[in-house]
């Protein structure tokens, strides 16, 4: 994949080399410089010895290729923008400017000035009249500049990875270009962007385990946040109608191709909404994203005429082919080989599993599958009341959250509500969660302060859950979370 090792001192007896030229091996300021992708875009003719034919140009970038040829030199140059060849002539560099050329090495970062215009076979070139060197790259570089093949090497190495495979600069642009127009499009839409804290005293507002640690100045204990929930309703309750935040979340749970325990959750709420409000946000939010990266709406998402909008028990109930009594869905979860009992971790208590939540367990394993079998997003509503306890029941049905997720592909990419705002009925539903943990688990789960605030009047809000990971997976066409996340968690190296 790459050079020796040992090479490495080639490379240190060249940074002496620059140096006892009395250039300096790691750079100075650069100014005046233009992106390559600018440079291809001028217009060029071709080089002959008649004289200048293109206009002139100054370019700084990494040496990705490099080859000799005596008294003419091709190189490589890139930058984040792309890539464009170099002619170096000796006879149109001066001596120390050759000498300094012949030092080089992949990987190392240079600035050069020059005529650009295109070779006889019409490659687009600058022919080299002055060069620069800005920094010794002393490790040696990968030699196959159309990517690397390890994925393992490629996640370790992800500096190396955005240089040389080209798929992964373009995802780490792209998904600025979407947070950037998550930002804007909700900005335009009155929604203020808040910060909200990362150390938690209570790890609420998502059924996930938290990461512990400890703060020694107060000694007490805290852990990162799970979700960016509770604190974003506070702020509802003292005036700001129409609040968001992007922001890390902390979950010490699994890794997979769609879970990182480290990731960027965008929520947003709004007062005097509700879930079907937030569907329609929601449409128009990723619509935007898709727009933003050019290319035409070819992905199914963009459809903002036809979503289906499904009810979790119709949906489950066609899969499953089960009636919704509590024998038929027992049956379907043992045919479909689930567990029926529940085990607590501590105590070692056996309880049956409720109802609700081998409905839900069914969902995941035989409705999702059929989900990613459409080629249209589809939005399911209609979940169990006793699984989302901070959200509104449906009035003509108290047994139902008034909830939807959105899955595309059969990945759910969007968790909304019509929020609870009655601190009666979320104080009741926070205590059944407690039931049967111990009190040191009640302390850490119980979040008073927020029922306080409840009692204070919160106004009826709709409420949204986008991962953002997932939305760039999705707008990008990548399978994996790891290769939208810059710098996933990974096992500590061996030495």
Not at 226 to 231: F, K, R, V, Y
Not at 404 to 433: C, K, S, W
């Amino acid at each position: 994949m790459s050079e020796p090792t040992d090479l490495t001192e080639f490379r240190r007896e060249k940074m002496q080399n620059i140096a006892d030229m009395g250039r300096d091996p790691w750079g100075q300021r650069f100014d005046g410089r233009t992106p390559i992708a600018d440079i291809r875009a001028l217009p060029a003719a071709k080089f002959d010895d008649a004289g200048p034919s293109g206009p002139k140009v100054r370019a700084a970038g990494r040496v990705v290729r490099h080859r000799t040829g005596g008294k003419l030199h091709f190189l490589e140059l890139w930058d984040q923008t792309g890539r464009v060849q170099l002619m170096a002539r000796i006879n149109k560099l001066s001596p120390e400017d050759w000498k300094l050329l012949e030092c080089l090495d992949l990987g190392d970062i240079i600035g050069v000035d020059g005529e650009f215009g295109t070779t006889k076979t019409g490659e687009p070139t600058i022919q080299v009249e002055q060069l620069t060197f800005l920094t010794k790259s002393l490790e040696p570089h990968p030699k196959d500049v159309y990517g690397l093949g390890d994925m393992e090497y490629r996640l370790r190495h992800r500096y190396l990875d955005m240089i040389y495979t080209p798929d992964t600069l373009r995802r780490a642009q792209q998904r600025v270009k979407i947070i950037r127009t998550v930002r804007n499009y909700l900005d335009e839409r009155g929604y203020l962007e808040v910060e909200t804290p990362t150390l938690h005293a209570i790890a609420g507002g998502a059924a996930a385990r938290p990461f512990e640690t400890h703060h020694n100045a107060l000694d007490i204990d805290l852990f990162l946040r799970i979700a960016l929930e509770l604190p974003l309703k506070r702020l509802l309750v003292g005036g700001l109608e129409k609040v968001y935040e992007i922001g890390r979340v902390f979950r010490n749970e699994g890794i997979s191709p769609r879970h990182n325990p480290e990731f960027t959750m965008l929520e947003l709420y709004e007062a005097y909404g509700d879930l079907f409000s937030i569907m329609d946000l929601t449409e128009g939010l990723i619509v935007a994203c898709v727009d933003s990266l050019g290319g035409g709406r070819a992905l199914p998402c963009v459809s903002r005429q036809c979503v289906p909008v499904v009810s979790m028990r119709t949906c489950s109930a066609n899969t499953l082919a089960v009636p919704g009594d509590a024998e038929g869905v027992q049956a379907a979860a043992a045919a479909a080989g689930l567990r029926l009992e529940l085990r607590d971790d501590k105590t070692g208590t056996v309880t049956t599993k409720e109802h609700d939540v081998l409905v839900h367990e069914l969902f995941e394993h035989r409705v999702e599958p059929q989900l990613a079998k459409s080629d249209q997003p589809i939005f399911v509503y209609d979940y169990p009341a006793a699984l989302c306890p901070l959200t509104k029941r449906k009035r003509e049905n108290p047994a139902l959250a008034e909830r939807f997720e959105l899955y595309v592909h059969g990945m759910e990419l969007a968790n909304a509500y019509t929020e609870l705002n009655d601190p009666i009925t979320q104080e009741a539903t926070f205590r059944r969660q407690l039931v049967g943990m111990s009190e040191e688990d009640s302390m850490a789960k119980m979040d008073e302060d927020f029922i306080r605030a409840l009692r204070y009047g919160m106004p009826p809000a709709g409420g949204l859950g986008i991962g953002m990971d997932r939305l760039v997976m999705l707008l990008t066409n990548t399978t994996s979370i790891r290769d939208v996340i810059l710098f996933p968690l990974l096992r500590p190296e061996k030495a």
